[in-house]
Structures are given as structure tokens and as C-alpha cells.
């Protein structure tokens, strides 16, 4: 059984910074893909950083050059380091994984999902 466990939300001021972790256990990585979405009270889910088991990676608009995401395969974890955050970043941020080849930032195309984490950024 698949189990994603976010850790590392918090409050914080805009342009200040937070780095968010998954703890996965259940599976490997090889042929899934792992992201981060995230829900803001009143809208729909949506993605922000996916990676491919092979580090092929995909962001949202809204973040490039902003957010970055990564893996460590050997301690099974997912990682989102989140720079110059603004106000409207603020939402629960979720760990998904899926068993897709390519970095889909559709919600609806994982399966996992972790209990998420509260991000809060303050103007």
C-alpha cells in the first residue's frame, strides 16, 4: 500500500521561502511519476511541480523559476524548495504519485495522494 506523508508547511512572509518534504513508502519510484498540487479554499486542485522517475520535470506557469522539485531516490522522499513565494501560493499543498511515464500535471491522473500541508504566505 502506497503512503505519501508531507511534512514542512508553515507561515511566512511574501518573497521568503519554504521547502516542503514526501516521505513515500509502499513502491519505488521506477514508473511513477511524483508531484505537488495544490488547493486554495473555494478552487479546484491543481498542479505545480512533477517529476518523472527519470527527472523529467514539469511546472505550472504560475511557479517557474520560482519552485523547484527533486527527488532522492535512496531515501524514497520528494522535495518542493520554494522561493520568492507570494500570497496567492497560499493553499494546501499535496504529494501525489502516479504511474505514468510522462510529468502530467493533471490531478486526475494520480492515484496517491498524501493528507497534505498547510502553506501560508503573508503579504
Known amino acids: 500500500q502506497v503512503q505519501l506523508v508531507e511534512s514542512g508547511g508553515g507561515s511566512v512572509q511574501s518573497g521568503g521561502s519554504l521547502s516542503l518534504s514526501c516521505a513515500a513508502s509502499g513502491y519505488t519510484y521506477s514508473g511513477y511519476t511524483m508531484g505537488w498540487f495544490r488547493q486554495a479554499p473555494g478552487k479546484e486542485r491543481e498542479g505545480v511541480a512533477v517529476?518523472?522517475?527519470?527527472?523529467?520535470?514539469s511546472y505550472a506557469d504560475s511557479v517557474k523559476n520560482r519552485f523547484t522539485i527533486s527527488q532522492d531516490n535512496a531515501k524514497n522522499t520528494l522535495y518542493l524548495q520554494m522561493n520568492s513565494l507570494k500570497p496567492e501560493d497560499t493553499a494546501i499543498y499535496y504529494c501525489a504519485a502516479g504511474r505514468v511515464n510522462w510529468p502530467d500535471l493533471r490531478a486526475d491522473t494520480y492515484n496517491d495522494w498524501g493528507q497534505g500541508t498547510q502553506v501560508t504566505v503573508s503579504s
Open positions: 517529476i518523472t522517475s527519470g527527472g523529467w520535470r
